[in-house]
């Protein structure tokens, strides 16, 4: 089936304490992409990546760092999280070709206290 | 500069229809999107459209365009509770891959 697997789902953690989400893709898409979403702002693109060593800035990458070693993986990394990256994040994946729909992970509730 | 808006509710009862608004201001503008987003699941696509074409339809699903106004509808024929949702449109920037959202507008669907 083709998917988009982000884990984990949920976690409640402290400010400061480093953490990957990670996102894994099995489509062979070139294009990963990382959002935000809060009430009242819809999503927010934090980073992406068009193909694998090739990442670029979204509108919101600060506090964030991503890598693409391998072109099934793009995880999220929060070196110091801080109570203002609480938030719903989404993974999504697509093949790269304008037009080409982005399929999205199940997202991961974080909450940094 | 890149906006898209919607408003953020919308109430119908089942068996009307429903009439979902966005607008956009960014006319390079190459496909626009309408995401369904069920509570604690993700984005599912329910439709998208390229900007030269008017109007799309799928099934219960139709998307109008008017690019003069910058204004993307989607219509639900018949809407059932299971199409309570949030809903988002999005637009992808030119030749990118980059897609900007909306704030989503949530539909409610009474008996």
């Known amino acids: 089936e083709a998917q988009v697997t982000q884990n984990p789902r949920y976690l409640i953690t402290v400010t400061g304490k480093k953490l990957t989400v990670t996102c894994s893709q099995n489509m062979n898409h070139e294009y990963m992409s990382w959002y935000r979403q809060d009430p009242g702002l819809g999503l927010r693109q934090i980073y992406y990546?068009?193909?694998?060593?090739?990442?670029d800035k979204g509108d919101v990458p600060e506090g964030y760092k991503v890598s693409r070693k391998e072109k099934r993986n793009f995880p999220l990394i929060l070196e110091s999280p801080s109570p203002n990256q609480t938030s719903l994040y989404f993974c999504?994946?697509?093949?790269?070709?304008?037009?080409?729909?982005?399929?999205f992970g199940d997202g991961t509730r974080l909450s940094i206290l | 500069g890149e906006d898209v808006e919607q408003s953020l509710f919308l109430s119908v009862r089942e068996g009307d229809s429903s009439v979902i608004n966005c607008t956009y201001t960014?006319?390079?503008?190459?496909?626009l999107y309408w995401y369904k987003q069920e509570p604690g699941a993700g984005l599912q696509l329910l439709t998208y459209?390229?900007?030269?074409?008017d109007m799309k339809q799928d099934q219960r699903l139709t998307v109008l365009l008017n690019k003069k106004d910058k204004h993307l509808s989607l219509r639900i024929a018949d809407t059932q509770t299971g199409d309570s949702a949030i809903y988002f449109c999005?637009?992808?920037?030119?030749?990118?891959?980059?897609?900007?959202f909306g704030t989503g507008t949530r539909l409610q669907v009474f008996p």
């Open positions: 459209i390229f900007s030269n074409m």
């Open positions: 960014d006319s390079s503008s190459t496909y």
């Open positions: 999504a994946s697509s093949p790269g070709r304008t037009g080409q729909p982005q399929h």
């Open positions: 999005a637009e992808s920037k030119g030749n990118t891959d980059k897609l900007i």
């Open positions: 990546s068009m193909n694998v060593e090739v990442t």
